[in-house]
């Protein structure tokens, strides 16, 4: 009986201590396997927390990871707890945009989901759930603003006649602007910066405001940010255009009608007043090109540059100018010509040499055969028979008178 008694006893010990060295065994082969690959979760490791954060904060934005449905609270974040494991998990977001009253949010990249090519891609693949992180969902914020436009002087202008608004951002981007109703600008942008996601203000400047075919703002001169700015007010220059005429050479006013043509190829006629002017008022600002028309006379257009009021006078060449300056003319080419020609008469007078009787007139005395009369002497009559010898004849002596 003792002998029996002793056998179950070390059989009961025997037992005992196989089932203390199996509780011991078990916990330590399990876990070797885990770490070997296994995707089953480690019971024994404390939870890992992932943090997902929208910039700008964006609430009511719905994500799924590892296949819990997730929402952002008011200040733009949500957390997912979950046992640990080497198994990759899957990040989506749901909302890519989301609509307000007052502001309008554009996904446009993560940070923080490790692998740089599904930085822009709404489904981020490959997650870890080995540790806590954070990932950041960035942003692009919208607002919307409205346009009004007046002159310098803060009369309003006629949106009729606006055709173009262009502003330029601080991004570089032109943005066309709606006369008439709302734009929507990117006022916030998520901007990468020493590893974090960061909202910044985009900022705008007016870059063209076309009215009536003409450019009548400066570039650059006129800034606003939306969202701070809802409604904006452009400003454009105007200023008058006063144009008269006057005789070019008599300097009299004249001229009954005036054309200019501006910006645009915009062309306005008006009639000249009992003083041969008148005024264009609040044109846009600009280059013009004036003519006038003259009943008997003619113009040349005339150019201006329209950045202040100007007065455009316009010189007229009338028919009496006309027949002025052609006498003029011919009284200014006609007396040289003739000088010119009475010059050469004299030369070609003293080349040829003095007349045949200049000499005896004026040169030494030639000497006369005998019987030619001296210059200036009474002309004789030839000699008649008889007459010759009773003059030549001396006289004799005795002989009867």
């Given at each position: ?14 037992a ?19 770490s ?47 046992a640990r ?50 990932v ?20 309003p ?58 450019e ?10 939306p ?47 009992p ?77 040829a ?20 009369p ?28």
């Amino acid at each position: 009986m003792n002998h029996r008694a002793a056998r179950r006893h070390a059989a009961s010990l025997l037992a005992l201590l196989a089932a203390v060295l199996l509780a011991v065994a078990g916990p330590a082969a399990v876990q070797g396997h885990a770490s070997a690959g296994s995707a089953l979760p480690d019971a024994a490791a404390p939870p890992v927390t992932v943090t997902f954060r929208t910039v700008p904060a964006v609430p009511g934005v719905r994500l799924v990871f590892a296949g819990a449905a997730l929402v952002t609270g008011a200040d733009g974040t949500a957390s997912y707890t979950g046992a640990r494991t080497s198994a990759p998990q899957s990040l989506r977001l749901l909302d890519t945009s989301v609509d307000t009253p007052d502001a309008r949010y554009r996904f446009t990249r993560w940070a923080g989901q490790r692998d740089p090519d599904q930085t822009f891609r709404p489904r981020v693949d490959g997650l870890p759930l080995r540790a806590d992180y954070t990932v950041t969902a960035g942003f692009t914020v919208q607002y919307p603003v409205t346009v009004s436009f007046t002159d310098q002087h803060g009369a309003p202008l006629d949106r009729s006649l606006v055709s173009s608004v262009k502003v330029r951002g601080s991004d570089t981007r032109v943005t066309d602007l709606s006369v008439t109703g709302t734009t929507w600008l990117d006022g916030v942008q998520p901007v990468f910066r020493d590893s974090l996601l960061t909202p910044v203000p985009v900022d705008y400047t007016l870059r063209s405001l076309v009215y009536d075919g003409a450019e009548v703002a400066d570039a650059g001169r006129q800034g606003f940010r939306p969202g701070t700015d809802r409604h904006l007010t452009f400003t454009g220059n105007f200023h008058d255009l006063t144009v008269t005429a006057h005789d070019a050479l008599f300097g009299s006013a004249t001229g009954d009608e005036a054309t200019v043509t501006g910006p645009g190829a915009k062309v306005r006629a008006v009639a000249l007043g009992p003083d041969h002017t008148a005024v264009l008022a609040h044109l846009p600002r600009g280059r013009y090109t004036v003519e006038v028309k003259a009943s008997g006379g003619s113009t040349s257009p005339r150019e201006i540059q329209l950045s202040q009021n100007v007065t455009a006078d316009v010189t007229v060449v009338s028919r009496a100018d006309v027949l002025v300056l052609g006498g003029a003319a011919l009284l200014l080419i006609g007396l040289p010509v003739a000088v010119r020609l009475g010059l050469r008469r004299r030369a070609r007078r003293t080349a040829a040499g003095p007349p045949p009787d200049a000499g005896a007139r004026h040169g030494p005395a030639e000497p006369r055969e005998p019987g030619t009369p001296e210059e200036g002497a009474p002309a004789r009559r030839p000699e008649q028979p008889g007459e010759a010898g009773e003059a030549s004849a001396p006289s004799r002596p005795g002989a009867a008178r």
